[in-house]
């Protein structure tokens, strides 16, 4: 019932800056909540950062906290990122996720029904 479609990855070096965008298409005025998700080479995927779509509540990860914003434009059914002061333990593929629902655990990952395909972020040292 709904796609997401993720844009803005690339390469930059150490200290840069990269914004993610994620398009929501479908039923998006049934979302609950959206985040950002990342998962690197031979690794879990790990929460990055959550924002409620009424009243825009954020959580953010610990080792992203005072870097990453999230923000969304509801008008625009668009939920961003915005990176800076990338590091490269930052490279992985981001993924954009959604949910109907509240969650007491918005870090999990099984609590979004809904997924990107991803994009490619790389922060070369």
């Known amino acids: 019932q709904v796609q997401l479609v993720e844009s803005g990855g690339g390469l930059v070096q150490a200290g840069g800056s990269l914004r993610l965008s994620c398009v929501a298409s479908g039923r998006t005025s049934s979302i609950f909540r959206m985040g950002w998700f990342r998962q690197a080479p031979g690794k879990e995927r790990e929460f990055v950062a959550a924002v409620t779509s009424i009243g825009g509540r954020t959580d953010y990860a610990d080792s992203v906290k005072g870097r990453f914003t999230i923000s969304r434009d509801n008008a625009k059914n668009t939920l961003y990122l915005q990176m800076n002061s990338l590091k490269p333990e930052d490279t992985a593929v981001y993924f954009c996720?959604?949910?109907?629902?509240?969650?007491?655990?918005?870090?999990?990952?099984?609590?979004?029904?809904?997924w990107g395909q991803g994009t490619q972020v790389t922060a070369s040292s």
């Open positions: 996720a959604a949910s109907f629902r509240p969650a007491t655990r918005v870090t999990m990952p099984n609590t979004y029904e809904y």
